[in-house]
């Protein structure tokens, strides 16, 4: 039995508040619990999959002094440190849409690797990747590419752009809103595992502690 409840109406709807300082209050009441919630659930999950400690980060949002954020997450990495250099699964919400997604973001300096992991392993990687996943090259976007019209010359541009100074690419699941707030916990968390589970074998093709790479 996992600690999450499921998520309501009212945390979709604190990306609708105005104001940095009101959308925080109402993120912070609403959402973030949710989000400390999974944390606590995948963190421990993540960490019997791998076989090492992952660590739960919630997004705090602590820089923003004017604009108030579009969507917020919970990341999970091996690194209790921070998860932004790393690979890193994340749980969280848009106002339109939940989502659970791996990848990694511009910070990570294991982008170029990946990339070519990606490209050595494309045939085997779209096999395993179900029509029903996305593909999304930016993190602050709210949109994706559906896995269904990703192919391998897809892949490969995707991987390309990776590379590129601000690239950025992850791979999971959306889930609208209207069909989170329907899920019970459990079934929310179900779908969260089964997606994280068939991507398992795309974080090992970004995993740094085992390809080696320095992260510094």
């Not at 105005?18 to 919630?37: E, F, I, T, V, W």
Request: charged share 25%; proline share 5%.
């Amino acid at each position: 039995m996992t600690k999450f409840v499921g998520f309501s109406e009212q945390d979709f709807d604190v990306f609708s508040v105005p104001g940095l300082d009101g959308r925080m209050a109402s993120l912070k009441a609403h959402l973030r619990p949710k989000l400390q919630q999974l944390g606590e659930d995948f963190s421990e999950r993540l960490s019997e999959w791998m076989g090492r400690p992952v660590y739960a980060h919630v997004a705090k949002h602590a820089r923003r002094t004017v604009n108030p954020p579009s969507d917020s997450w919970v990341a999970f990495c091996t690194d209790k440190r921070g998860y932004k250099k790393h690979p890193h699964f994340q749980i969280g919400a848009w106002k339109t849409h939940a989502f659970a997604l791996f990848g990694l973001i511009y910070e990570s300096p294991a982008r170029s690797i990946f990339a070519a992991n990606l490209k050595a392993n494309a045939a085997e990687l779209l096999s395993i990747v179900p029509d029903d996943f996305v593909w999304v090259p930016n993190h602050m976007d709210p949109n994706a590419l559906s896995a269904e019209e990703v192919d391998a010359e897809k892949l490969f541009a995707l991987a390309d752009g990776l590379q590129k100074r601000q690239g950025e690419l992850l791979i999971g699941i959306t889930i609208s809103r209207e069909q989170a707030v329907e899920m019970t916990g459990d079934e929310f968390v179900s779908k969260v595992s089964d997606c994280f589970h068939t991507l398992l074998p795309v974080f090992e093709l970004a995993d740094t502690e085992v390809l080696g790479v320095k992260l510094s």
